[in-house]
């Protein structure tokens, strides 16, 4: 693939993560008229959540504890680190904590003009995304979204399952 499409296809692929971030918005205020907000946040949570366990396939294959491949397979995707710019802070045998300093929906949700705290909103209900997702492959997580006055996007700190 030549640069110029390696380029193209980047730009496309960034270009509907932004559209997805605005789909959360269209859906979430249709939600929100009709039902208020309490209702509409639970139930994108829901949504997000249950599309988010579609996209764990794969990643199970890295439990209990080879978080240097869930580093590449997760982390990096989908283009080696450039649409998200994660920061591993940490990477070992027993957990993967990585600050994401970029993301094409916070990027989208700025560009709306939406107010800081509807955009933190937002990154929290997105989040459920990545819960849906590790935990659907049997990984345990926790995910502090951006807020206001904050730089970067979301942190989120992966292990392996508690043993029962």
């Avoid at 380029?7 to 979430?28: G, I, Q």
């Avoid at 008229?33 to 639970?42: C, L, M, Q, S, T």
């Avoid at 491949?69 to 957990?95: H, I, K, Q, Y």
């Amino acid at each position: 693939m030549s640069d110029v499409d390696a380029k193209a296809l980047w730009t496309a692929l960034n270009d509907a993560n932004k559209a997805r971030a605005r789909v959360y918005v269209e859906f979430f205020r249709a939600m929100e008229r009709r039902f208020g907000r309490d209702a509409a946040v639970e139930v994108t949570r829901e949504a997000v959540y249950n599309w988010g366990r579609t996209l764990a396939g794969g990643l199970a294959q890295h439990l209990p504890a080879d978080f240097a491949g869930l580093r590449n397979s997760f982390a990096f995707a989908p283009d080696g680190g450039a649409m998200f710019s994660p920061d591993v802070a940490s990477c070992t045998n027993s957990e993967l904590t990585v600050q994401f300093r970029t993301c094409p929906l916070k990027t989208a949700w700025v560009e709306l003009g939406l107010p800081d705290e509807e955009v933190a909103l937002f990154c929290d209900m997105a989040a459920c995304a990545d819960y849906g997702t590790l935990e659907e492959a049997g990984f345990k997580v926790d995910i502090t979204t951006w807020k206001p006055g904050e730089d970067g996007c979301c942190r989120l700190h992966i292990t392996a399952p508690e043993q029962r």
